[in-house]
Structures are given as structure tokens and as C-alpha cells.
């Protein structure tokens, strides 16, 4: 990526300011209610739609991680049904970039989730926890996020790397 930093864009559409500071794992949650609308959640940080997710932590699995990410973030306890895929491929628009100019490049293992426990609240992390039908997801939906989700609906087709 060393002097390809100008083409990419960030999940959120914005173009690139710099490089990636950082490289970091992650797991993002793909969770559908009864009805099959799926779980996004708004961001407090730049107010766009997105899966419940985050890093991977020193010392914990992926499942660990996405496990503490859901219950942190949406108050849902949740066993993990499938892997949808790896996303990594920073043209698919796996970089963040943050307020305090860090930008990060995510290697992130996005499962399907099944809810076992638990009713939604919204945490620091979000300012809205809201079910969505999966053709009509908000405009402002995270772009590597609305990729996982369509994958989601191709379970015979998958895991996918990305």
C-alpha cells in the first residue's frame, strides 16, 4: 500500500488523507431478528449505520471478541452461528478513519450471530440500535458493512474473503 494510499477510500466513502497508522483484527456481527431484518447500529463517532463489531483483543479469540464487542455494544448476549467471511482488501473499503486522525486498517472476521439472551440498549459506542430490512438499509450505511451483509444472504456461496 506504500504510495497507493490516494485510491483508497474510507468505509465511510471519504477519500484517504494519509496511510494506515495501524493494521488491527477485528469481528463484526451479523445478527437477523425473527423476520429477517438484520442489526445495525448508529455510530457516535461519525453517524453512520454499521454492524455491531470491533477490535480483537490481546489474549482473546475472534469468537471472544465478537461475543464482548455484541454485549458491549448492544446489550445482546449471542452465540456465533457461522462464519460469513474475512475482509481485509483496504479497495473494499476496510479502513476507518477516526476524529483523532488515526486511520486504521482492519482485518476483520465477520460471523453470523444468533441472539440467545439479552434486550437491545444502546451504549456509548451508538446513538441508535435499530432492525432494518436488508434491501432497504440506510443510505448512510458503513460501505464495508453493506458488503458483509449482502454476503450474509449468500450463506451456500460463502465464507467469503474479501
Known sequence: MADK???????????????????????CAVIFDGD???????????????LPGGAVEVGESVEQAIKREVMEETALVVDVKRLVGVYSDPRQHNISSY???????????????????GKLQISHESTDLRYFDVVDLPENTLRSHALRVSDALEPASGPFIR
Open 5 to 27: 494510499a490516494g485510491p483508497f477510500i474510507d468505509s465511510t466513502g471519504k477519500p484517504l488523507v494519509g496511510r494506515p497508522t495501524s493494521i488491527r483484527p477485528g469481528a
Open 99 to 117: 476524529p483523532d486522525g488515526n486511520i486504521t486498517h482492519w482485518v476483520t472476521a465477520v460471523f453470523e450471530c444468533v441472539r440467545v439472551d
Open 36 to 50: 429477517g431484518k438484520i442489526l445495525l447500529e448508529r455510530r457516535s463517532d461519525n453517524g453512520f449505520w454499521g
